[in-house]
């Protein structure tokens, strides 16, 4: 397993992190205890939970396993979220200080600790300022009940907004964002990237297969059956479906992602997971997976080093389609600032 920074900070975690979305939904504390194990058999030192997985079950499971573990957790590094409802107050949802506070302290008693390394906005909160929301972060800091902070699914502006405000005022300042981030959803490298290589922050990408699509279960025109292929929404489930399956580039990516992984004798998902840990930022990938085959098959991306040239070509293949101002050639150019011509 790989180690690297966390973001600026001076914590090191693995390269992949383990993702308990599942734990307490599709896979019972049975299985997520295995999985865990197998994690950290495996070389993972990141956990990554939220108090809304599960409705607090994520958390509550991963806090027994830490119980059961003592030596294991002590080299854990541990990372939860908090905005989104737990209650049907309103406050009972947001980054005010209220509910921050609240939401926490509930995230610490589920997790059995006394403080967690890395507490993540889970969100933007457009109605609470975005100076209260790092004040109270700032003496979370402070307090000990946590040892960094970090965002997820900011925008680009949103998170230069956020790391000027805490330089500004001098309070503690993010370490990490969590963006959806794959060869097929590459959005966020117009903004988002990089603004978090001017700030130091590190991505921890969320769904790096693209919602299994990275790893070869679909096949063209074939649809899916099954819940746990549409998601919670089947109707939107499908839908997204089918805009995918219509793109050229969908499968224009998964040629090349499956002609790796042929030159390799590994998984697509391994040749997926490889691409994006080798990209700029990058600090560690976020595994999910309802049983241990599938972490296990995961994992082993982390010796899968792809050439220069292989990495260009999943790069080349998986290019936004995006030809519009800005984004497209003619913004590119604009930008482009040669040194031309004199000493």
Partial sequence: MEYRTL???????????????TFGAEADETTSGDIMT????GGGTFFDTADVYSAGASEEIIGRWLSKHPTEAGQIVLATKGRFPMGEGPNDVGLSRRHLRAALDASLTRLGVEHVDLYQ???WDAITPIEETLRFLDDAVTAGKISYYGFSNYLGWQLTKAVGVATARGLSAPVTLQPQYNLLVRDIEHEVVPAALDAGIGLLPWSPL????LSGKYERDVSPTGQTRLGQNPQRGMEAWEARNASERTWRVLDAVKDSAEAHSVSAAQVALAWLGAQPAVTSVILGA????????NMAAADLKLSSEELQ????ASAPEMDDYPYG????????????GGR
């Fill in 7 to 21: 973001g600026c900070s001076g914590a090191v975690v693995s390269a992949h992190a383990l993702g308990t979305m």
């Fill in 38 to 41: 197998a994690f950290v058999e």
């Fill in 121 to 123: 906005m889970h969100a």
């Fill in 210 to 213: 693209a919602g299994g699509w």
């Fill in 290 to 297: 309802r049983t241990v085959e599938q972490l296990t098959d």
């Fill in 313 to 316: 070509r999943l790069t080349d």
């Fill in 329 to 340: 050639v003619a913004g590119i150019a604009q930008r482009n600032r040669p040194i031309t």
